[in-house]
């Protein structure tokens, strides 16, 4: 199946996009208070093209000593950057999913190879949708796809709660008991926030990232049967937008139920 078979109008998403020298400081005010995870920087070429998103602004920051903080908020947007996966609209899927894997990112760019059409702009949130039409499939159920939850002791810092994340590979951590958690977007929320960001943003601002995540807003995850479809899981997931499911003592991203099975061999494309 090509991707635009399976995504018949993503070369007509709409979503914002900006030019390099942009300050960072207006790109992560727009990742806060909209409804996505990328903002892409033009040109939107067929090679080469980036996009700053919350995650990797994130781990700039944490290279970063306090005291810089307001010069790189003051500075061009490209320098939080990163690679944004290209992909032909006329590609199979697999093509897609290759893109996701090669980058261990969930979004890519969807180029048709014209000048007047606008690239597209797909997410793992999307690909989701393709269980509900049956251009998915697979026999695995949240029990083989779920990961071991990551639970911090205590009232750790923003600063100690990244670090985890990153050395894990994990993009949110349960707070004591599992009950709740603290993701990559809970912290944008608060730093990114127009309060936290004027403190940071001035020279020799305050440490932000020394804040405990127990003032972070949590998050509460979807409980399901470890014996879940992959289907139904998918359809629960885009219930909520960069949510997750927990089955036992594991928790089920969206790249856990389009990837894993895929990366496995055991994903059915119609």
Same mark, same amino acid.
């Given at each position: 199946m090509k991707i635009i078979q399976a995504f018949p109008k993503i070369m007509q998403t709409q979503y914002p996009t900006v030019k390099a020298g942009y300050p960072l400081l207006t790109?992560?005010?727009?990742?806060?208070?909209?409804?996505?995870?990328?903002?892409?920087?033009?040109?939107?070429?067929?090679?080469?093209?980036r996009a700053v998103f919350g995650f990797s602004s994130l781990q700039l920051f944490m290279k970063l000593s306090p005291r810089h903080f307001g010069e790189v908020l003051r500075g061009p947007c490209e320098a939080a950057s990163d690679e944004l996966p290209v992909v032909s609209a006329g590609a199979e899927l697999e093509s897609l999913f290759e893109a996701f894997r090669s980058r261990q990112l969930g979004f890519a760019i969807v180029h048709d190879g014209t000048r007047t059409s606008r690239p597209g702009l797909i997410g793992l949130?999307?690909?989701?949708?393709?269980?509900?039409?049956? @251009? $998915? *499939? #697979?026999?695995? +159920?949240?029990?083989?796809?779920?990961?071991?939850?990551?639970?911090?002791?205590?009232?750790?810092?923003?600063?100690? @709660? $990244? *670090? #985890?994340?990153? +050395?894990?590979?994990?993009?949110?951590?349960?707070?004591?008991?599992?009950?709740?958690?603290?993701?990559?977007?809970?912290?944008m929320?608060?730093?990114?926030?127009?309060?936290v960001l004027e403190e940071i943003g001035r020279d020799g601002g305050r440490d932000a990232l020394a804040t405990p995540i127990t003032q972070l807003h949590a998050s509460a995850p979807i409980a399901v049967s470890q014996r879940m479809p992959a289907r139904s899981a998918a359809l629960n997931l885009r219930k909520d937008r960069g949510g997750c499911l927990v089955a036992g003592r594991k928790v089920v991203t969206a790249w856990d139920v389009v990837m894993k099975p895929w990366l496995t061999g055991k994903l059915t494309i119609a």
């Open positions: 790109i992560l005010y727009l990742l806060r208070m909209t409804d996505v995870d990328a903002v892409p920087i033009l040109p939107l070429a067929e090679k080469g093209s949130w999307d690909v989701l949708r393709l269980y509900g039409t049956g @251009a $998915l *499939r #697979t026999e695995l +159920r949240t029990e083989d796809l779920g990961t071991k939850i990551l639970i911090t002791s205590g009232a750790i810092t923003i600063r100690d @709660a $990244l *670090r #985890t994340m990153f +050395r894990s590979r994990h993009r949110r951590i349960f707070l004591p008991g599992g009950r709740s958690y603290v993701s990559d977007r809970s912290v929320n608060y730093l990114f926030s127009p309060t």
